[in-house]
């Protein structure tokens, strides 16, 4: 089931979704686009997710419970902070994924619910090319303060604790 966004295109999958959401009451809401969008980027989590846990990182979590600590300290005090920074790239890339997602938006929100991606493409055919450009900025901002505070925080950790050789 992690490999189904592989094989089906965002838009495929909201088209055979989309008859359960109406059933359910989520087509046309912010609920039901946040669920479907969770539908596509949560396998690609678990796939991002399948090289990190490891028989290393199970090794660990074995130790810390030979060493007399709990499954809670286990996770709190040495496997999340150990896996921070892939959290926090598989956090960046699937919402790239889903600040980007057009078709999945588009069949599930059935025009009532508006995104910027949306809004660019609708202000693209509407050949309003000032607002088209407006909105495109608007898109890429929340993704590049993204790299900017990555930059700024995660790889600055690792430039920084290296000492130069003489």
């Given at each position: 089931?992690?490999?189904?966004?592989?094989?089906?295109?965002?838009?495929?999958?909201?088209?055979?979704?989309?008859?359960?959401?109406?059933?359910?009451?989520?087509?046309?809401?912010?609920?039901?686009?946040a669920?479907?969008?969770?539908?596509?980027?949560?396998?690609?989590?678990?796939?991002?997710?399948?090289?990190?846990?490891?028989?290393?990182m199970?090794?660990?979590?074995?130790?810390?419970?030979?060493?007399?600590?709990?499954?809670?300290?286990?996770?709190?005090?040495?496997?999340?902070?150990?896996?921070?920074?892939?959290?926090?790239?598989?956090?960046?890339?699937?919402?790239?994924?889903?600040?980007?997602?057009?078709?999945?938006?588009?069949?599930?929100?059935?025009?009532?619910?508006?995104?910027?991606?949306?809004?660019?493409?609708?202000?693209?055919?509407?050949?309003n090319?000032?607002?088209?450009?407006?909105?495109?900025?608007?898109?890429?901002?929340?993704?590049?303060?993204?790299?900017?505070?990555?930059?700024?925080?995660?790889?600055?950790?690792?430039?920084?604790?290296?000492?130069?050789?003489?």
């Open positions: 089931l992690a490999y189904l966004p592989y094989v089906f295109a965002p838009v495929v999958l909201a088209a055979c979704l989309q008859y359960f959401f109406i059933r359910a009451g989520l087509s046309g809401k912010v609920w039901g686009i669920l479907a969008q969770l539908f596509i980027t949560f396998p690609y989590g678990v796939i991002f997710f399948a090289s990190f846990w490891t028989e290393r199970l090794a660990l979590e074995q130790l810390i419970a030979t060493l007399g600590g709990s499954t809670w300290q286990a996770y709190a005090r040495v496997l999340l902070p150990v896996a921070k920074d892939t959290l926090m790239t598989c956090f960046f890339q699937l919402f790239l994924i889903s600040w980007f997602e057009y078709g999945l938006t588009t069949l599930i929100g059935v025009g009532k619910v508006q995104t910027l991606t949306l809004k660019v493409f609708q202000y693209v055919n509407e050949a090319i000032f607002f088209a450009a407006l909105a495109s900025c608007l898109l890429v901002l929340p993704p590049v303060a993204l790299l900017w505070l990555n930059k700024r925080y995660v790889f600055s950790r690792y430039f920084a604790t290296k000492t130069p050789r003489h």
